[in-house]
């Protein structure tokens, strides 16, 4: 090499260097590695409860109704060209276990949230295809076409990332860049949320996550100093802890942590005898309530047309148990638990440990909504396995959680083992679930879907998992649907 053009890389490499040290790259980082797995991604609306929070958006949008019939029809329809009939069995066909509303509309389970979320890239693509057919092309303009379908998976796509981005933010107040990035990426690939966010895309687990990362990004603004929250900041909450319930209803549990903090708050305030400022929190925290109970009108209002009364399905209510027999079954069952699927969850929750050295109370409230959105789901006596699930997916909202714990226990490792050893680290966490993706997805989808089984799981992980992704390499990177049991994309 000419020594011209060593002396022109050395000052690019000091610049670089010096960008960096000015400059946070977490973000970037995370961004990078969000757009190198978007083209594999599944952008398609094929199972039961994605029917359904998708037939929301287009019923509303299109048929100004929520009479479902024609979306469900519809999707039924693709899968069965595929010899798939479980859209049909489970939307269009009644048991006693599945009952249509009294109302005499088709059921749908799904809250209204993500739908509202998702509208609009919905909105946008409908533009797009009226602008394009003004210039001569001849797309269907029904809600039904790829434009529709790409457009609100994308939509579930950039709330994902906007979530890992609120979250690192989150976590790198507690922790350094380096703790805050790791863990944050890790945990995005280390779990049920990227399997949610790039080939399960359009569910309400994405949305959810950036929900809840953006109530505690914006409860956190003053944390510690709960008195300085304005009544503007609490109408934020309001809304967005309202959108949260009607994304996913069992969400309304993780205001469990505001809710222990303001108790605290009030007690420290009656004990001092502060009566004027307790008054004036207490006009905060009643517009905060009015207006999580007005977000969530549009919720009632789809029961009341739905069901016949402004409640959830009885499919849903019936299948609750209050004692939680499941609790722990949720957490370390061999085939389903949510500890088991992905290890680093469990390293997560551990690392709120550490986080409590640097400020216990966080750590304390933070494992209530953890414990909370356990709770629940243990309450389910028939579902809480979530079987045919990839992972356990009712926790993915928690991301936030176990991030920043386990950004904590990596600051805490960082000065005593180094970088690479937690790099490695990571990078066996992460490989270990993409195993378990290719498995449930197109290695031994009849065997992983149902719950994980540990005979002979090294040698698939180690043998299968290398060798198919290797043969099936040009299929993963441009045909991936024909992987998909139901080939609808």
């Known amino acids: 090499m000419a020594p011209s053009a060593t002396l022109e890389r050395v000052p690019a490499l000091a610049r670089f260097r010096a960008w960096l040290a000015v400059n946070d790259p977490g973000p970037w980082l995370i961004v990078l590695v969000f757009l190198l797995l978007l083209p594999f991604s599944v952008p398609r609306v094929a199972l039961s409860d994605e029917v359904q929070y998708y037939a929301y958006l287009r019923s509303v949008y299109f048929d100004r109704d929520l009479d479902f019939r024609n979306e469900y029809e519809h999707f039924a329809a693709q899968a069965e060209r595929f010899g798939d009939r479980a859209v049909t069995n489970a ?65 579930s796509a950039l709330y994902s990332l906007m979530g890992l981005l609120l979250t690192y933010r989150l976590a790198r107040r507690f922790s350094g860049d380096f703790a805050a990035t790791v863990a944050t990426l890790t945990v995005f690939l280390a779990s049920s949320l990227v399997f949610y966010s790039i080939i399960l895309m359009p569910w309400s687990h994405a949305p959810g996550f950036f929900l809840f990362a953006l109530f505690l990004t914006v409860w956190m603004h003053h944390w510690r100093r709960p008195l300085e929250r304005g009544m503007r900041t609490w109408v934020a909450l309001g809304l967005i802890g309202g959108l949260m319930v009607m994304t996913r209803e069992q969400l309304g549990l993780l205001l469990i942590i505001p809710a222990l903090e303001a108790l605290g708050t009030y007690g420290a305030l009656l004990g001092t005898q502060r009566w004027r400022v307790a008054l004036g929190l207490f006009g905060r925290h009643t517009m905060f309530l009015k207006i999580l109970a007005l977000t969530l009108t549009p919720q009632f209002l789809a029961y009341q047309i739905l069901n016949g009364r402004p409640g959830p399905s009885p499919t849903v209510a019936g ?19 949510a500890f088991v699927w992905a290890p680093v969850l469990a390293l997560g929750l551990l690392g709120l440990v550490w986080l409590a050295r640097r400020d216990a109370l966080l750590a304390g409230l933070l494992l209530m909504g953890f414990l909370a959105q356990t709770y629940i789901n243990g309450a389910f006596g028939t579902t809480w396995h979530l079987r045919g699930a990839f992972g356990f997916r009712r926790l993915i909202e928690c991301t936030p959680i176990f991030v920043l714990g386990l ?83």
């Not at 060798?467 to 099936?472: A, E, S």
């Open 91 to 155: 939307l269009l066909r009644e048991d006693a276990m599945n009952p249509n509303p009294k109302t005499g509309l088709l059921r749908n389970v799904a809250p209204v949230g993500a739908a509202i979320l998702w509208a609009p890239g919905f909105a946008l693509a409908d533009l797009g295809v009226g602008v394009v057919n003004a210039f001569g092309a001849n797309l269907p303009r029904d809600g039904y076409g790829r434009p529709y379908i790409v457009a609100t998976c994308m939509m």
């Open 319 to 337: 299948k609750f148990i209050w004692s939680s027999p499941n609790f722990l079954n949720t957490l370390i069952d061999p085939g389903r638990g």
């Open 407 to 489: 950004a904590a226990l990596l600051a805490w490792l960082q000065p005593r083992t180094g970088r690479w050893p937690i790099l490695i680290g990571a990078a066996a966490l992460v490989a270990w679930n993409v195993g378990l993706i290719a498995q449930f997805t197109f290695i031994r989808p009849g065997v992983i879907r149902r719950e994980l089984v540990w005979e002979d799981m090294l040698y698939y992980q180690f043998v299968e998992v290398p060798r198919q992704v290797f043969d099936k390499l040009w299929t993963l990177l441009f045909d991936r649907c024909r992987l998909m049991t139901n080939q609808t994309c």
